[in-house]
């Protein structure tokens, strides 16, 4: 019973463990959305100022202005790639953490299938141990 109760306890802390993925996950998902708009929102400020370049050059602008846009574009064109990499690598985590999730549901499932076995066992056991009773009994009335 010790044994039962041990695993139990076992079950007990992988379930902790268990609901504190979920809620990283949860967190890690709502991050991977918000950094996702970021992206989007960094993308169409990109494209914005490209087409208002495009309008700007028909009218013929200051040079200084043209290296005022560019300088902005490579700015925005930088933080794209650092918002690419960020967002992978919040993927990565996200995968490391579903990876570590199912690897304790397994877990969880193996130890409630030992609990069943160490059951299943006590249970012969103790029915074993009645029919040697019966058995003793049936030789003890017998003589």
Same mark, same amino acid.
């Given at each position: 019973m010790a044994r039962v109760d041990n695993l139990n306890k076992l079950i007990q802390l992988h379930n902790q463990h268990e609901n504190k993925l979920? #809620?990283?996950s949860a967190a890690i998902k709502k991050k991977i959305e918000d950094e996702t708009k #970021?992206?989007?929102?960094?993308?169409n400020c990109l494209k914005e100022?490209?087409?208002?370049l495009a309008t700007?050059?028909? #009218? +013929? *602008?200051? +040079?200084?202005?043209y290296q005022q846009y560019y300088l902005f574009m490579d700015q925005l064109e930088i933080a794209i790639k650092q918002q690419i990499e960020f967002i992978k690598a %919040? #993927?990565?985590?996200?995968m490391k953490i579903l990876t570590q999730y199912e690897l304790v549901k397994n877990k969880i499932k193996n130890i409630k299938k030992l609990i069943d076995k160490e059951i299943k *066992?006590?249970?012969y056991k103790?029915?074993?141990?009645?029919?040697q009773e019966a058995?003793? %009994?049936y030789n003890k009335l017998k003589r």
């Open positions: 979920i #809620k990283m #970021k992206y989007s929102l960094l993308n100022y490209r087409e208002k700007q050059s028909e #009218k +013929s *602008i200051p +040079s200084f202005q %919040l #993927k990565e985590n996200q *066992i006590r249970n103790q029915e074993r141990c009645e029919n058995v003793d %009994l």
